[in-house]
């Protein structure tokens, strides 16, 4: 389980990374894998 996030400011950004089971590369880059992520973090801002 992650930590939770020490301090809180709508302002910052921040850089989260994570690792997959056997460090494989489940997400290659591609034009679908952009659009996917690109969509999901777009929904995200829509929400917040």
Sequence with gaps: MAYPIRQF???TIFFIT???IQSRFLMAPSDKTNE???GILARA???C
């Design 9 to 11: 400011d709508p302002q």
């Design 18 to 20: 994570s690792r997959t």
């Design 36 to 38: 996917l992520i690109g």
């Design 45 to 47: 801002v829509r929400q």
